[in-house]
């Protein structure tokens, strides 16, 4: 599995789940349509018609991509599992952080949000490349477990849990993991019978 594209920068540290998605939008149960209020506060004027705030990056329309590009302390706060819903129904595949709260790192990749971790001198090297050209790219090779800054041809190694690795590179939740296995389960039961 591999994610080349250009990159969202939203430089603001310890950025929480209710930032990512107001707990007032949390009344559905199914995971469609929460992209339209990712970062809802900060995205749009508290008015009746909800005006973009042209001051916020995702309105900006010089940045596009998969892939965003947090400061530390990304997805803090609760263990929402609709923050991972909103960032991956708006269009991310991927959010780069030099640091990721636990719980949304799990809730983002059992959501096939890929969370890479690198070091604060890495994603220096990301937001300078950004501040030089808007459309500057990543790219990500989860199976090498790898983050390049295009533009400078820096390249980083990343961790990832090798299940969920493979969950991700297969497309593959837990039902459909257990299902792959389906053969090898049944074997095993057959010869402990």
């Avoid at 506060?41 to 947090?70: M, S």
């Avoid at 459309?135 to 969920?164: C, L, R």
């Avoid at 991700?168 to 257990?178: A, E, H, S, T, V």
């Amino acid at each position: 599995m591999k994610i080349n594209s250009r990159y969202i920068p939203l430089n603001i540290e310890n950025v929480d789940t209710d930032q990512i998605i107001p707990a007032r939008f949390l009344k559905a149960t199914s995971r469609d349509g929460f992209g339209k209020n990712l970062f809802r506060d900060w995205r749009y004027h508290n008015d009746d018609e909800g005006q973009p705030k042209t001051d916020f990056v995702l309105n900006n329309p010089a940045y596009q991509g998969k892939i965003l590009v947090a400061a530390k302390n990304f997805g803090c706060g609760s263990s929402r599992e609709h923050a991972a819903w909103a960032l991956k129904d708006y269009g991310f595949d991927a959010v780069v952080s030099s640091f990721f709260a636990d719980i949304f790192k799990n809730n983002a990749l059992n959501n096939f949000l890929l969370p890479v971790q690198v070091s604060d001198e890495f994603l220096e090297g990301l937001w300078a490349a950004i501040d030089q050209n808007p459309d500057a790219e990543i790219a990500i090779d989860v199976e090498q477990q790898t983050i390049t800054n295009v533009t400078s041809g820096e390249i980083a190694h990343f961790d990832i849990n090798a299940y969920k690795k493979n969950c991700l590179i297969n497309g593959y939740d837990d039902i459909d993991f257990l299902l792959s296995i389906r053969t090898d389960i049944e074997a095993y039961e057959a010869a402990h019978v």
